[in-house]
């Protein structure tokens, strides 16, 4: 009945990012809108996953448009600090760079390895979404509290790496690793499955 539902909260949050940085530029005031977007592209990306859990239509498909979408999302975010708060920003580039820059080499290598980008969710990367959902409030609804952006970015730096040593241990695509400790048990699994091919080949 409502297998629908987790991807109408994708396709919800898709439609969230270009929303709230149009907002941002059109509107002089529009700092209850802009909250009320991100809080609702942020629990989007809570329920999408919960309910196709409690559901069981949870598959790589939806976890892989999940990811793409998170980034959409978060570029819209993005854009709308720029707009509203392009001297925070500034004075932080270097660090939106190196997020940005660590995400397209991080893509570009699972793309390479995996023929398509990988959708790990981990733990990590749920505490990276709260610190980028609480940085664009304060900045887009209450003008403040800017040192959050620089937090944000400070984690998402470390959420890309983790990430990055994911793809280079585990030798299958996988999604939903939730942790470094989970990669390094899933990749000997993998590893495990491969060999035990190889020996029935061998014969």
Request: charged fraction near 15%.
């Amino acid at each position: 009945m409502g297998k629908w539902i987790p991807w109408a909260l994708v396709a919800l949050r898709a439609s969230l990012g270009p929303a709230i940085a149009l907002s941002a530029w059109a509107y002089i005031r529009s700092e209850p809108w802009l909250g009320a977007m991100i809080l609702a592209g942020f629990l989007s990306d809570i329920f999408d996953g919960v309910l196709a859990r409690r559901w069981g239509t949870e598959t790589a498909k939806l976890r892989v448009a999940d990811t793409t979408v998170d980034t959409i999302f978060y570029l819209g975010v993005l854009a709308a600090i720029v707009i509203r708060h392009r001297p925070e920003l500034q004075a932080r580039l270097w660090l939106v760079i190196a997020v940005i820059c660590m995400e397209a080499v991080r893509y570009g290598f699972d793309c390479w390895k995996y023929g398509r980008g990988a959708s790990y969710h981990a733990y990590s990367a749920k505490v990276w979404g709260i610190l980028l959902a609480a940085a664009a409030m304060a900045a887009l609804c209450f003008n403040s509290a800017y040192w959050l952006i620089t937090l944000a970015l400070v984690w998402g730096i470390g959420n890309e790496l983790e990430g990055f040593i994911m793809s280079l241990m585990l030798p299958e695509w996988s999604y939903n690793v939730k942790s470094l400790a989970r990669a390094v048990a899933l990749r000997k699994q993998q590893l495990a499955v491969r060999r035990e091919k190889r020996a029935v080949v061998l014969g």
